[in-house]
């Protein structure tokens, strides 16, 4: 099949690239950079923001089928975290219409889009499946700005019916190049002792491997099923058991314990709210409607290989 391949140069699509041509499928990717390094079929060059310049790009490329794998979470150089999530935000809001719209125009007849799986409010569990309301209320302005983008985006992608759309929620990733990489932000605070374990640490995370979440996205490609699938390890972790044990796996200190209100000063309301409210993903779904599988069950196995 032809695909459109949007996000190609980032940490999911420099993964998924190759995965989709292994499968026959002839890749064009968009990128923002033409002179970017990429083994693709074709290159098309736009930015989601800019709707004539990206329609006239997805036309050109023909696509049958278009991936989205574009988030702005990668810091540049003197952004605050704020300006971070705002500008992801708003690529998740209005570059996914923008791409929805140049899909549909291009004739394309499948949309696969990625979003997050620790979006849900939490409630119940302690895993929760698709079903799960998006914490858009969450009491923090950066995060209910962010999953209310995530809402905008799932309902973008989830309303393009006529063309077969599939969301992808993927856990916390980790592998290369990820922030849980030895070298990445998670894994940097941690070596350094800079990331204490914030009050109970029952907080869940669901981890998903870099080359899972690729994996899953080359299935949904030539995949007939539409709507929401989390994309997540089998093993939802505990603070209590993943931060201690990262620390141990990279050869760091063990991490301080802190209270509640300290962690919140420190590493912010998310960082606190992922250690001690944040409650796991199912993968149920994806297993059985998908035939998806984590290849790397665990965290633990996965992250071994890029502390070594
Ligand atoms: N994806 C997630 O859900 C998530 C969640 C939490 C943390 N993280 C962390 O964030 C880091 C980044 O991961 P990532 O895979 O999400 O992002 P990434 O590796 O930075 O990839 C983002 C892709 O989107 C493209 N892009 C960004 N803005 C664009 C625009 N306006 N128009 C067209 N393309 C645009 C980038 O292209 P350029 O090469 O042109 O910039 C890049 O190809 C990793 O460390 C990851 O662990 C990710």
């Not at 949309?111 to 620790?118: G, K, P, R």
């Not at 001690?276 to 290849?295: C, F, S, V, Y």
Request: proline share 6%.
């Amino acid at each position: 099949m032809r695909v459109l391949l949007a996000g190609a140069t980032g940490v999911i699509g420099r993964e998924l690239l190759p995965l989709l041509r292994r499968e026959k499928h002839h890749v064009t990717a968009l990128v923002r950079r033409p002179d970017s390094d990429l083994e693709a079929d074709a290159v098309v060059a736009a930015d989601l923001l800019d709707a004539p310049g990206l329609t006239a790009a997805v036309a050109a490329a023909k696509p049958e089928v278009v991936v989205h794998q574009v988030t702005a979470l990668r810091p540049v150089s003197g952004d605050t975290r704020w300006e971070v999530f705002e500008r992801t935000a708003h690529v998740r809001r209005v570059g996914t219409a923008n791409l929805v719209d140049a899909a549909r125009k291009a004739g394309a007849r499948r949309i696969v889009a990625q979003s997050i799986a620790f979006a849900t409010t939490p409630e119940g569990g302690p895993l929760l499946d698709e079903n799960a309301p998006l914490y858009v209320d969450a009491p923090d302005a950066m995060w209910s700005m962010t999953v209310r983008a995530v809402a905008d985006l799932e309902a973008t992608v989830l309303g393009a019916e006529d063309i077969a759309p599939i969301v992808l929620r993927y856990g916390s990733l980790y592998g290369q190049y990820t922030q849980y990489d030895a070298s990445g932000a998670i894994g940097q605070a941690v070596r350094l002792g800079r990331l204490p374990l914030v009050g109970d640490g029952c907080g869940l995370t669901s981890f998903v491997q870099v080359r899972d979440a690729a994996l899953a996205a080359a299935l949904a490609v030539g995949h007939t099923a539409s709507g929401v699938f989390n994309i997540v390890d089998n093993e939802p972790t505990p603070a209590h058991s993943w931060l201690p044990g990262y620390a141990e796996l990279l050869g760091a200190p063990e991490p301080k314990r802190i209270p509640l209100e300290l962690g919140e000063r420190l590493l912010g309301w998310y960082g606190a709210y992922q250690q001690t409210g944040q409650r796991g993903a199912d993968n149920a779904k994806a297993r059985a409607e998908l035939g998806w599988r984590p290849t790397v069950s665990c965290w633990r196995d996965g992250v071994c290989e890029v502390v070594r």
